[in-house]
């Protein structure tokens, strides 16, 4: 669903994939070739939220902030991730199930393990490995990540296009 909250409505750019049962309100920007999937939420209601390209948000997350989040391009929010972050750059993976909580900042091509808790205010340098309850930056991410991150984002990309290239089904076609 995709709905306006106090005359704010979202704006998704005509390539991106938005599953019907992902929730979208309010001061939202999604960019080209984004793709939402089932169940997930997206909250524009307390600030702006900037989603740029090639961003793929997983069944069942949530990005929402107390002010302004920004995330940047070929970025990949996995299964059920928990995302207040201020401002995530460009080429970051956070693992299924990572929480990431509010003014937290993550630098480009960094990479964010599953179930990884960030805290508050966190300022994650570019290229960072983080890991762990609380989470911690544990080393430098290795060519293999960045070839991970990029994997991702690029078949996340290709799999939006599918779904949208398909469409949906009108209830008569398949209650018979």
């Keep these: 669903m995709i709905r306006s909250l106090e005359g704010k409505s979202p704006k998704v750019h005509p390539t991106a994939f938005i599953s019907e049962t992902a929730y979208i309100v309010g001061d939202v920007e999604i960019g080209e070739n984004s ?3 089932p169940g997930a939420v997206i909250r524009g209601d307390e600030g702006k939220i900037v989603i740029g390209r090639n961003v793929t948000v ?7 902030g107390d002010a302004d ?3 940047g391009d070929n970025v990949t929010v996995a299964h059920g991730v928990i995302c207040h972050a201020e401002r995530i750059e460009s080429n970051v993976l956070l693992g299924n199930g990572a929480v990431v909580n509010w003014g937290v900042h993550i630098g480009e091509y960094s990479l964010v393990g599953s179930g990884a808790a960030v805290v508050d205010g966190a300022k994650i340098p570019p290229r960072s490995l983080v890991l ?3 989470a911690r930056i544990v080393g430098q991410v290795q060519e293999r990540h960045i070839a ?4 991702v984002a690029q078949n996340y ?3 939006g296009q599918r779904y949208k290239k398909e469409g949906n089904l009108e209830a008569s076609s398949y209650m018979r």
């Design 58 to 64: 997983q069944d069942n997350s949530v990005v929402h």
């Design 157 to 159: 990309v290709r799999k």
């Design 69 to 71: 989040v920004y995330i």
């Design 132 to 134: 762990g309850v609380p």
């Design 148 to 151: 991970l991150i990029q994997r």
């Design 35 to 37: 793709n939402i999937w």
